[in-house]
């Protein structure tokens, strides 16, 4: 079985600014940031169903590891599977301006379907933004030193997980 099939990859210090842009139905990430001084801008863009790989992992709607930074303004996420948003490790950062995500969908774990996740001392600021129709979390926020400044912004009908719970 294949590997891949990310919609975009930057990575190892580039730059990339996207405006109007969509990204629909590719495999594993539908945005992927990685790298220290890899910087993205996503302006008025669209992520739409990102699948998951044949294991049922990942299918994020956004990745941003390694110290990489993403701006997303005026952006749609919706329909993509396990988390829409993933921001992770120390000194990543991200900033999500009147953008929305939605009706992230659960995966094979069935426990997921977060709308927003950041952990490992990575860094949010989301301002007028809507998480909405996720499951399990709207935002989940975990680990020493990670912080999420929220303004303005609206977490709504979160759904629980198959089992029931949480939500």
Request: aromatic letters at 2%; proline letters at 2%.
């Amino acid at each position: 079985v294949g590997h891949g099939g990310y919609g975009i990859l930057v990575q190892a210090g580039a730059t990339l600014t996207a405006r109007a842009c969509a990204l629909v139905r590719n495999s594993e990430l539908g945005a992927a940031v990685a790298g220290e001084g890899t910087a993205v801008t996503l302006d008025s863009s669209t992520i739409l169903d990102t699948q998951p790989d044949a294991s049922g992992a990942v299918g994020f709607g956004i990745q941003v590891t390694e110290d990489a930074t993403l701006d997303a303004l005026g952006c749609t996420l919706e329909g993509n599977t396990n988390v829409g948003v993933i921001v992770a490790e120390e000194h990543s950062e991200v900033t999500l301006e009147d953008t929305q995500v939605r009706g992230t969908l659960v995966g094979a774990e069935a426990k997921s379907g977060f709308g927003v996740e950041v952990y490992g001392g990575a860094n949010l600021e989301a301002r007028g933004c809507l998480l909405e129709d996720n499951a399990v979390y709207g935002l989940q926020v975990i680990d020493p030193g990670t912080e999420v400044t929220l303004e303005d912004t609206i977490i709504r009908g979160t759904l629980p997980h198959s089992g029931g719970q949480l939500g």
